[in-house]
């Protein structure tokens, strides 16, 4: 790469992540999450048809299933012995939040799990809805729902937020509602991209525009979250982190493997241990 | 996955018929193998032993029909050296629990020499590090005939409820999915069976049809391969001689190709004797008594050496002596044939064949299909046996992560894990049937002196033959 463009591609980031730095923090949840979810729709929208493609815009997303189902059914299971696949999760309800196309829907649905699906961008979850309605064996165990996640009165055994949190305006309040719709004990898994310097240089110059392997302008680095953001976030709506895992994408071979570092992309399980509905309110006031 | 591109366009031409005929039933089956020979037969019984696939329907297909000798333990002259590695997967397969003792000969020497010069190897089975505590310390491999081997895998075949197995069946008008990017998931395979009319599909296609493969024809993969213009002739004959002859391999390099004798107990031994196609021609039509003098000159004359090269070798022994290297074996010391076994003298060709792409969407080869080497390293079964092994741990990996039947990334994970493993085997083997074919001196004398030195260090011949018998 030349020198050239490797100065346009960086300035174009630097401007692309510098403009809504200080809007998203304090700012009130309102009116910049309207903005959020326009961008996502935005974004979403003109890729609508990528999400089951080969070698599409979402092939390294659906490749970090080799990594995230394992977490989820090791996790759920606990260590009995696998027999046959379709009842792995058999008699769990999980919901995943942010499902997009259904990479990880369908999946877990074929593993046995009752799944509801849930996004906020419509032609994400019209794409969803299309690719399981064509495979008969888990068309009647995935309900896909596009809305908010704040509209969700049930309450699941699991919770999935995979790459989510990074395009969430506002985290504490998108934190408490996965609390809420998680039962008692029950489990929630996030993975995500931290804020490092290298996350910054890996993950957003280096996936997004040196080799393309994630759609430019996707992510936003300033709303990518660290680890210990993440559990402070979830013990105050309590829920205890079990396990931080540092994940890697191996761009040549094309496979994720287990990393011994958090510093680019992460995923953390934790468990519900208390209901926080009575301090809801009263953690709710900005400082 | 720039192979799959590749492949739209090549596939387009096998899928435009619309088989939706009114009153055609359809048949389901979730896995498809085509060709019930040991890799066929052993990919069924891996994948309807593994819990991932126990509720699946798994159909094997055989054109020919299964029929085997009256005795299995009498010897043909298709014997398989089975590595250490192998055998680990036969356990697990529950095939190895169904081959009698006598079924299974233990070789545990391997000596190869040449021509031209003295210099050989010597490898020990005891050079091995033993992971499983049952194998006898010092196997280098195990003899087993190949009817012996294909009927174990049989019997464990029939105690698996959920394989159909179809002999005397020819399948025809086989249609791969085409990649249509808008269509994914790709459509399953379907087929017909010649004679009968109902139309079948399945969600993978894994075809074990060996090196003329039709199903990689119709996959329209590129397959590089040559002919080496050789023919194997196989027999089973009697040795005399030494003592240990009844535990060690013998090989020997001559320019018109290879000579190996592998014990298979009672001074028995199968003969797998590479030549160049016209001599191999004369060489079955020989007598008995002549095919066996031919095949003793061929072993034991020693008109061939180079004096040169025998003068450097012996030089360079005794320095390395003085330095305290040592060969373990200074002279090879030849068996001799007394006779061969009637009727059981064969040929057949020889090639190299290496399959560009395994897999494409719903379909995969294994075994010979995929990859045909020359059986100097005695290794063909050995890498069908790992091909099988790999890719049922792949799909059955896939089959618990939640993936769709037939995903095409547990596939590329098997390409790429096989290829990885299989091509520098098969570059060595071309390097050593070239190396071995050259008269110069200088190439001589290399190999000898490379021969003589490397027999000489214990630790990278343990390497290899440990690289070997995975």
Redesign the interface.
């Known amino acids: 790469m030349t020198r050239g463009r490797f100065l346009r591609v960086l300035g174009r980031v630097l401007l692309d992540s510098s403009r809504p730095l200080s809007s998203q923090v304090k700012e009130a949840p309102s009116a910049p999450a309207s903005d959020t979810v326009k961008k996502n729709e935005r974004d979403f929208s003109k890729l609508r048809d990528q999400w089951w493609i080969p070698r599409g815009e979402f092939e390294v997303l659906s490749r970090m299933n080799e990594l995230r189902v394992p977490l989820i059914t090791d996790k759920l299971r606990g260590h009995r012995k696998l027999e046959d696949p379709a009842s792995t999760l058999k008699g769990f309800s999980i919901i995943d939040v942010g499902c997009g196309g259904g990479l990880l829907s369908e999946p877990l649905a074929r593993l046995g799990a009752n799944v509801t699906g849930l996004d906020i961008v419509p032609s994400n979850i019209a794409a969803a809805k299309d690719h399981a309605s064509r495979d008969p064996s888990i068309r009647d165990r995935i309900n896909y729902i596009c809305g908010d996640i704040k509209d969700i009165g049930e309450q699941y055994d699991a919770l999935v937020a995979s790459e989510v949190v990074e395009h969430v305006e506002d985290l504490d309040e998108f934190i408490r509602n996965c609390s809420r719709v998680v039962k008692p004990h029950g489990h929630l898994f996030f993975t995500t991209i931290n804020r490092t310097l290298l996350s910054l240089l890996v993950a957003k110059i280096g996936a997004e525009y040196i080799v393309h392997l994630v759609p430019r302008g996707l992510h936003d680095w300033q709303m990518f979250v660290t680890p210990e953001e993440l559990q402070l976030k979830l013990a105050k709506h309590g829920c205890a982190v079990s396990e931080v895992k540092g994940m890697m994408y191996h761009p040549i071979g094309g496979y994720w493997t287990w990393f011994g570092m958090d510093c680019i992309n992460y995923a953390l399980h934790a468990v519900k241990i208390g209901d926080p509905c009575q301090k809801g309110e009263q953690d709710h006031v900005p400082k | 996955?720039r192979l799959?591109?590749r492949h739209i366009s090549t596939f387009g031409k096998h899928s435009i018929t619309n088989h939706n005929h009114v009153g055609r039933r359809f048949l389901h089956r979730d896995i498809t193998v085509i060709g019930g020979n040991l890799i066929g037969a052993a990919t069924a019984v891996a994948l309807a032993a593994s819990?991932?696939f126990?509720?699946r329907a798994i159909s094997l297909v055989e054109r020919r029909d299964i029929k085997f000798p009256q005795n299995l333990n009498e010897w043909s002259n298709r014997v398989y050296a089975i590595t250490p590695g192998t055998r680990r997967f036969l356990v697990d397969q529950g095939i190895w629990q169904k081959l009698s003792p006598q079924q299974k000969h233990v070789c545990r020497r391997m000596v190869v020499w040449e021509n031209q010069s003295d210099a050989a190897l010597d490898f020990r089975g005891s050079d091995l590090v033993k992971d499983d505590e049952d194998v006898e310390p010092d196997t280098v491999c195990f003899n087993i005939d190949q009817h012996a081997l294909l009927h174990a895998i049989y019997e464990r075949l029939k105690e698996l409820p959920n394989i159909e197995l179809r002999s005397r069946t020819r399948i025809t008008n086989i249609e791969l999915p085409t990649?249509d990017?808008r269509s994914?998931?790709p459509e399953k395979v379907t087929f017909e069976i010649f004679d009968e009319p109902e139309k079948h599909t399945t969600d993978l296609l894994i075809a074990a049809d060996g090196f003329n493969s039709q199903i990689r024809k119709l996959m329209g993969v590129k397959n590089v391969s040559w002919s080496y213009k050789q023919k194997s002739v196989i027999a089973v004959v009697d040795l005399d001689g030494l003592s240990d002859v009844d535990g060690t391999a013998f090989q020997r390099f001559l320019p018109e190709g290879v000579v190996a004798l592998l014990p298979l107990g009672n001074k028995k031994a199968c003969l797998i004797w590479s030549l160049v196609d016209d001599c191999a021609e004369q060489i079955l039509k020989l007598s008995d008594e002549e095919f066996v003098e031919t095949l003793n000159r061929h072993l034991t004359d020693t008109l061939d050496y180079n004096q040169g090269v025998m003068s450097v070798l012996h030089g360079t022994r005794l320095i390395m002596n003085s330095v305290g290297l040592r060969q373990s074996c200074s002279k090879v010391t030849p068996p001799r044939v007394v006779a061969v076994h009637p009727q059981t003298r064969a040929s057949y060709p020889l090639g190299m064949g290496h399959a560009v792409n395994y897999v494409v969407p719903r379909t995969v080869l294994v075994g010979d299909s995929a990859h045909r080497v020359h059986p100097l390293a005695g290794q063909g079964a050995n890498f069908g046996f790992a091909d099988v092994e790999c890719l049922v741990r792949n799909l059955a990996g896939a089959?618990?992560?939640?993936?769709?039947p037939g995903d095409?990334?547990a596939l590329?994970?098997y390409e790429?894990e096989r290829q990885r493993a299989l091509l520098p085997f098969q570059v060595a083997i071309e390097g050593l049937i070239h190396i071995y074919q050259n008269k110069n001196l200088p190439v001589v004398l290399a190999r000898s002196l490379g021969v003589q030195i490397l027999d000489s260090l214990p630790y990278l011949k343990h390497k290899i033959i440990q690289f070997a018998s995975r």
Do not use: D
Not at chain 2, 399 to 404: D, I, L, V, W, Y
């Open positions: 996955m799959v591109c819990p991932a126990a509720q990649l990017r994914f998931p089959a618990f992560r939640g993936e769709q095409m990334k590329i994970a790429r």
